[in-house]
């Protein structure tokens, strides 16, 4: 199935209620929850530990290097909508201390609907 463009996202934001909106965050935590996993393990995270207010710096310890393959998993499965590195980009070195696992999903739920939307 064809991905959405950004402006079609944008329109299916503004037509989803909160309910949607809410199963859409979720379905999203989700996803990205078990693509930390994989990034830094199981045996350092465990998937019911991480929240829209987990913190990659404070909470996850996420190094640069776990940065790059957590973007590349988000390519994979976003395609090139979600830009991790040129999100941080955009950010000071602050807010990319204090950037939440909740910030990220806001973006791709922003930004870009999954590949695979159901």
């Known amino acids: 199935m064809a991905s959405d463009t950004p402006a079609e996202t944008a329109e299916t934001a503004e037509a989803e209620g909160p309910d949607e909106t809410a199963a859409r965050t979720a379905r999203i935590l989700t996803e990205i929850t078990g693509m930390l996993v994989e990034v830094v393990g199981d045996e350092f995270l465990l998937a019911d530990e991480v929240t829209l207010g987990t ?55 922003g930004a870009h609907s999954p590949a695979t939307a159901v």
């Open 55 to 109: 913190t990659f710096n404070a909470d996850l310890a996420l190094e640069s290097i776990e940065f790059v393959a957590l973007a590349e998993l988000l390519h994979q499965r976003y395609g090139s909508g979600v830009d991790l590195i040129g999100f941080l980009a955009e950010r000071d070195m602050e807010e990319i201390l204090a950037m939440t696992v909740g910030d990220l999903v806001s973006h791709i739920a």
